[in-house]
């Protein structure tokens, strides 16, 4: 069965770097997104992608984040400098058509900034 | 604005017993999705069941039921007979009917079910 698919699982990096998370989302989706969730709180919608642009973002994305789909294949989330308040796990969703099907989501990248 | 609150925050019960998931929401769209995810201790979102706002008929799969009240803005989720493995995050969630599926989603109910 087809499946979102987000890499890495896990990653660890110093307050101020750049981190990018990656997504490779279901083949013949065209709908993509990053969601994220703080521990022990509820998922958040950060931003939608739809034919190589944002279409919709939140407040909690502000400039330090932004997200590309390089190659066709990857969607990929970056954020430019970490703060600590960015530990979070961050989930790719990705969804088949325009019409309300559901959105898969992948399994996540736990970021956590020390 | 869009609101989906699950006020239980955590719910405990013994294995075999029936449980109760409740969900409120509040939206100003005419038509919308409502959905509800489990989030294993592994963390991954599972999709459960999306539901519309033009069908308020009672879902039944297996051992899990959905009941959707329009009139009352609830989309409460039961599970009969609860097993150790339903031991989960429950989300619940809202779109609009917009095209794109941005989700608004609960606070979560944790689970947990004790054999």
């Known amino acids: 069965e087809p499946e979102v698919t987000q890499t890495p699982s896990h990653q660890v990096t110093q307050m101020g770097q750049e981190v990018i998370l990656r997504c490779v989302p279901i083949?013949?989706?065209?709908?993509f997104y990053w969601y994220r969730q703080i521990l022990g709180q509820k998922v958040e919608f950060l931003v939608s992608?739809?034919?190589?642009?944002?279409?919709?973002k939140s407040e909690i994305f502000d400039d330090q984040f932004s997200v590309e789909r390089p190659d066709g294949s990857n969607f990929t989330l970056k954020i430019r400098s970490t703060k600590l308040e960015d530990s979070a796990m961050y989930f790719c969703?990705?969804?088949?058509?325009?019409?309300?099907?559901?959105?898969?989501f992948g399994q996540g990248t736990r970021l956590t900034v020390v | 604005a869009q609101k989906v609150t699950q006020a239980q925050t955590e719910i405990s019960v013994v294995e075999k017993e029936d449980v109760t998931l409740d969900c409120v929401y509040e939206t100003r769209d005419t038509t919308y999705y409502l959905f509800w995810y489990k989030q294993p201790p592994s963390g991954e979102l599972v999709f459960l069941i999306r539901r519309n706002s033009f069908d308020e008929q009672n879902e039944i799969s297996g051992r899990y039921s959905w009941n959707f009240q329009k009139s009352t803005s609830s989309f409460n989720f039961t599970i009969t007979a609860s097993q150790v493995v339903d031991s989960a995050v429950y989300f619940c969630?809202?779109?609009?009917?917009?095209?794109?599926?941005?989700?608004?989603f609960g606070k979560g109910t944790m689970l947990l079910v004790s054999p």
């Open positions: 969630a809202l779109a609009p009917n917009s095209g794109y599926s941005t989700l608004t």
């Open positions: 969703a990705s969804q088949r058509d325009r019409g309300i099907t559901e959105a898969f």
């Open positions: 083949s013949n989706h065209l709908y």
């Open positions: 992608f739809y034919n190589n642009e944002i279409s919709e």
